[in-house]
């Protein structure tokens, strides 16, 4: 009987040694966003004694100059200006946790191509998970729209870069 209550307590303890390991991964969206959201929030009160880096990268006629802001030798956050050509121009805020894009903000004005008499304003926010998006809200001259996988797609591939320049150019400054 004290063999199989003991066999019983360590398959207990064993359960929930497993289910309290594996609990992040497990957690809800409105969790995971609650945690990116605070992840936000401690990097933003750490960026005042971090280290800066600046640089200048093209791709086509996209010219970004960013500063890359490093806490404890990791990246955590890089503020971008982006100007295409003379049309537009766009503020971008990238921040990283562990290396991964976790939140995306733009704000961007310019001409509409359509119409390049008429103005056009458009403001992104997007919460990642690694590869979720676990929040994006887009408006398009005060109108939502619809973030298209296009745009995640070019958003991600822009902050690999930006990050790769940053890391390279801080590896280079040693």
Request: proline share 1%; with cysteine; charged share 30%.
């Amino acid at each position: 009987m004290f063999i199989n209550l003991f066999k019983t307590k360590q398959l207990f303890f064993l359960t929930v040694l497993i289910v309290t390991s594996f609990s992040p991964s497990c957690a809800s969206q409105e969790e995971r966003l609650a945690l990116a959201k605070q992840e936000v929030e401690i990097i933003n009160s750490k960026l005042d004694k971090a280290e800066m880096i600046t640089g200048l990268i093209f791709r086509g006629e996209k010219r970004y100059h960013y500063r890359a802001y490093f806490v404890d030798d990791k990246l955590v956050y890089i503020f971008s200006d982006l100007n295409v050509g003379v049309r537009s121009a766009s503020t971008n805020f990238y921040y990283f946790h562990k290396g991964d894009l976790l939140y995306f903000k733009k704000d961007e004005v310019g001409f509409d191509p359509a119409n390049v008499k008429r103005k056009m304003s458009v403001k992104s926010e997007i919460y990642f998970d690694g590869d979720d998006v676990l929040e994006s809200v887009k408006t398009v001259r005060g109108e939502y729209d619809e973030i298209t996988q296009e745009e995640l797609d070019e958003i991600l591939e822009e902050a690999k870069k930006l990050y790769e320049a940053a890391i390279e150019k801080k590896a280079s400054s040693k």
